[in-house]
């Protein structure tokens, strides 16, 4: 016994002298300052890294540059990275711990074709028809690796058990590369997904998104001399001019939240020649995936009415598209009220001063109030104006994101301006928002398992017993050769 009482005594003595050796701050720091301190101690590093990651501009599934150096990033933190997952060279998935809960956190990289920008108030490609971040994946990317660094860190110092993933997603411009994971079963066993997604403003990301279905509508006929034996020709073109027309006539009666938006790609070689081959490529959006699903079956049908009229065949090619994000009010409650610890952030007088020039490229209704990157936004639903798949993500775990403001008030994503943005402070210190509310978001789950099992009953209750389906066909697989759809 007295053995025994020697050996707790000198225990004792040791903790003591451990707790006096560690700084005040330290000791006395709930888990989000501590979580805090961790992202704010790295937050130069990432924001370096987020300007290389500007600095490639590489479109989707050839994000190769951007993907390893996020690899290594993660890595040399700790992480153990599985790469070239799901078919995609440049998807990976970056693990720390074991066992349960498993929390993900979601990261994009990939820019966006012709929107070369440089980080100034003014129109100035780097290099012309180039692509740009004008969407802030570069921002996005590297935010969501510095809340998984910091929070991995926190998890280590204070022996959270569990699993941290970071799951490392291309091609998220039109290429559904978060589809194709799913589809390898890297969310299979994830309890709650997090991200975040660059904008002008600061809020909680609770559902609200379009879902989306895309497609080449390629047409074939017979080439003719067009002037010489006009008659012996079958012009695709004329199909896709059909096409167009009948999906204008459409747009009349179809709900009114839809969206169709097009592209010719191909019209054809020579005015003097009968194309025997023409192309479109098209998008439609709805904030249901259903009510989208029912809009899509009819541009189907008026695109083989196009085909049946000009005596040509059409084959429908590249099919994409993400589901409407699926909300989860539990995790939103929670998601809002770190966010508003967090707040945003000023700018600097240079900042404004930059932020105030470019606005002035802006219509003057839409320019926002600077000091709204100081502000959070109530929690509320938000009406849909894009897409993204990580409403494919939503359907198969509970999830929550946040908006950051890294764009100068009232800019949009694929601009020049937000590209812009992005390259610069202002989006530095937006991403660095965002890292601090994924951080202490992730935290509070490991820390309690009724929140996860909440959140779990309320994605149930969100889905109503409808099934995840996605429009992308089951043998196609990740379209690595496109060019950015």
Same mark, same amino acid.
């Given at each position: 016994?007295?053995? #025994?009482?020697?050996?707790?005594?000198?225990?004792?003595?040791?903790?003591?002298?451990?707790?006096?050796?560690?700084?005040?701050?330290?000791?006395?720091?709930? =888990?989000?300052?501590?979580?805090?301190? /961790?992202?704010?101690?790295?937050?130069?590093?990432? *924001?370096?890294?987020?300007?290389?990651?500007?600095?490639?501009?590489?479109?989707?599934?050839?994000?190769?540059?951007?993907?390893?150096?996020?690899?290594?990033?993660?890595?040399?933190?700790?992480?153990?990275?599985? *790469?070239?997952?799901?078919?995609?060279?440049?998807?990976?998935?970056?693990?720390?711990g074991q066992g349960q809960p498993v929390i993900g956190i979601l990261g994009e990289f990939d820019a966006l074709p012709g929107l070369s920008q440089d980080a100034t108030p003014v129109r100035k490609p780097?290099?012309?028809?180039? =692509?740009?971040? +004008?969407?802030?994946? %570069?921002?996005?990317?590297?935010?969501?690796?510095?809340?998984?660094? +910091?929070?991995?860190?926190?998890?280590?110092?204070?022996?959270? =058990?569990?699993?941290?993933?970071?799951?490392?997603?291309?091609?998220?411009?039109?290429?559904?590369?978060?589809?194709?994971?799913?589809?390898?079963?890297?969310?299979?066993?994830?309890?709650?997904?997090?991200?975040?997604?660059?904008?002008?403003?600061?809020?909680?990301? %609770?559902?609200?998104?379009?879902?989306? %279905?895309?497609?080449?509508?390629?047409?074939?006929?017979?080439?003719?001399?067009?002037?010489?034996?006009?008659?012996?020709?079958?012009?695709?073109?004329?199909?896709?001019?059909?096409?167009?027309?009948?999906?204008?006539?459409?747009?009349?009666?179809?709900?009114?939240?839809?969206? #169709?938006?097009? #592209?010719?790609?191909?019209?054809?070689?020579?005015?003097?020649?009968?194309?025997?081959?023409?192309?479109?490529? /098209?998008?439609?959006? &709805?904030?249901?995936?259903?009510?989208?699903?029912?809009?899509?079956?009819?541009?189907?049908? #008026?695109?083989?009415?196009?085909?049946?009229?000009?005596?040509?065949?059409?084959?429908?090619?590249?099919?994409?598209?993400?589901?409407?994000?699926?909300? &989860?009010?539990?995790?939103?409650?929670?998601?809002?009220? %770190?966010? !508003?610890?967090?707040?945003?952030?000023?700018?600097?007088?240079?900042?404004?001063?930059?932020?105030?020039?470019?606005?002035?490229? /802006?219509?003057?209704?839409?320019?926002?109030?600077?000091? *709204?990157?100081?502000?959070?936004?109530?929690?509320?639903?938000?009406?849909?104006?894009?897409?993204?798949?990580?409403?494919?993500?939503?359907?198969?775990?509970?999830?929550?994101?946040?908006?950051?403001?890294?764009?100068?008030?009232?800019?949009?994503?694929?601009?020049?301006?937000?590209?812009?943005? *992005?390259?610069?402070?202002?989006?530095?210190?937006?991403?660095?928002?965002?890292?601090?509310?994924?951080?202490?978001?992730?935290?509070?789950?490991? +820390?309690? +398992?009724?929140?996860?099992?909440?959140?779990?009953?309320?994605?149930?209750?969100?889905?109503?017993?409808?099934?995840?389906?996605?429009?992308?066909? !089951?043998?196609?697989?990740? =379209? /690595?050769?496109?060019?950015?759809?």
């Amino acid at each position: 016994m007295k053995m #025994i009482t020697k050996v707790a005594e000198g225990m004792l003595l040791a903790l003591t002298v451990a707790m006096f050796s560690m700084p005040a701050s330290a000791q006395q720091a709930t =888990p989000h300052q501590q979580l805090i301190g /961790l992202v704010d101690r790295q937050a130069a590093h990432f *924001s370096a890294t987020s300007k290389t990651i500007w600095d490639y501009a590489e479109l989707g599934y050839q994000e190769e540059k951007s993907s390893a150096l996020l690899q290594r990033e993660l890595q040399a933190a700790g992480f153990r990275v599985q *790469s070239g997952v799901a078919g995609e060279p440049t998807a990976f998935v970056a693990s720390y711990g074991q066992g349960q809960p498993v929390i993900g956190i979601l990261g994009e990289f990939d820019a966006l074709p012709g929107l070369s920008q440089d980080a100034t108030p003014v129109r100035k490609p780097i290099s012309a028809d180039a =692509p740009g971040h +004008a969407c802030g994946h %570069n921002l996005l990317g590297s935010g969501a690796a510095l809340a998984a660094v +910091a929070l991995r860190e926190y998890m280590e110092r204070n022996r959270i =058990p569990g699993t941290l993933r970071y799951f490392g997603t291309p091609a998220e411009e039109g290429g559904d590369g978060k589809v194709y994971m799913i589809r390898a079963g890297l969310f299979n066993d994830v309890d709650v997904v997090l991200h975040w997604h660059p904008g002008d403003q600061n809020y909680v990301f %609770n559902g609200g998104m379009l879902a989306i %279905n895309t497609a080449r509508f390629q047409f074939r006929g017979i080439a003719a001399h067009a002037a010489a034996a006009p008659d012996r020709g079958r012009s695709a073109l004329d199909a896709i001019m059909l096409m167009g027309n009948g999906i204008e006539f459409l747009r009349e009666h179809i709900p009114s939240d839809s969206r #169709i938006h097009y #592209i010719i790609t191909n019209g054809g070689a020579a005015p003097n020649v009968v194309p025997d081959v023409a192309e479109m490529y /098209l998008y439609a959006r &709805n904030p249901s995936s259903v009510v989208l699903n029912n809009v899509w079956g009819r541009i189907l049908k #008026i695109g083989q009415g196009a085909a049946l009229m000009t005596e040509t065949t059409l084959e429908v090619k590249d099919i994409g598209g993400d589901t409407n994000v699926v909300p &989860n009010d539990v995790l939103a409650q929670v998601a809002q009220r %770190n966010l !508003e610890e967090v707040g945003g952030f000023r700018y600097t007088p240079g900042e404004r001063q930059f932020a105030e020039e470019l606005q002035r490229s /802006l219509p003057p209704t839409e320019a926002g109030k600077l000091d *709204s990157t100081a502000t959070v936004l109530p929690l509320g639903a938000r009406a849909g104006q894009a897409s993204t798949d990580a409403g494919d993500v939503s359907w198969n775990v509970p999830t929550i994101g946040f908006r950051a403001a890294t764009f100068v008030p009232g800019v949009v994503a694929h601009t020049w301006q937000a590209a812009a943005s *992005s390259g610069m402070s202002i989006g530095q210190k937006g991403m660095v928002v965002a890292a601090k509310a994924l951080a202490i978001t992730g935290a509070d789950l490991f +820390a309690d +398992a009724q929140l996860i099992a909440d959140a779990k009953a309320e994605f149930r209750r969100q889905l109503n017993g409808n099934t995840y389906q996605s429009v992308v066909p !089951e043998f196609q697989k990740p =379209p /690595l050769g496109y060019r950015n759809r």
